[in-house]
């Protein structure tokens, strides 16, 4: 199983970016998939989560600003991220199931 984060960059504050996560070699999709940032000296957090029931939820952080979705094959994952605030900025982490994809780093300049 391989999972595949992309979409990550450099953005103005009050911007907006789509994270994108997709599956490889998976013979069915993942019960739930979330998307996990670290921000430099600081823990990894979970900051969005999507069940195979497409319900989801959000941390306190940033409810109302991401999206977090999937696409019909329920092998790609999304997270829209609007109204970015330099804070978003941070390594952001896929994980479906116990596997983690390889980080993307969002950037949000002031």
């Known amino acids: 199983v391989q999972l595949q984060a992309s979409g990550g960059g450099l953005v103005q504050a009050g911007g907006s970016l789509r994270l994108s996560c997709t599956a490889y070699f998976i013979s069915r999709s993942f019960n739930a998939v979330a998307w996990y940032r670290q921000a430099p000296g600081k823990e990894r957090e979970e900051v969005a989560k999507i069940t195979s029931g497409s319900v989801t939820s959000y941390a306190d952080s940033v409810r109302g600003r991401f999206t977090i979705s999937r696409d019909n094959a329920g092998k790609t994952w999304y997270l829209q991220m609007n109204s970015l605030k330099p804070e978003d900025t941070a390594v952001y982490y896929c994980?479906?199931?116990?596997?983690w994809g390889r980080g993307t780093l969002v950037t949000v300049s002031s």
């Open positions: 994980k479906g199931g116990s596997f």
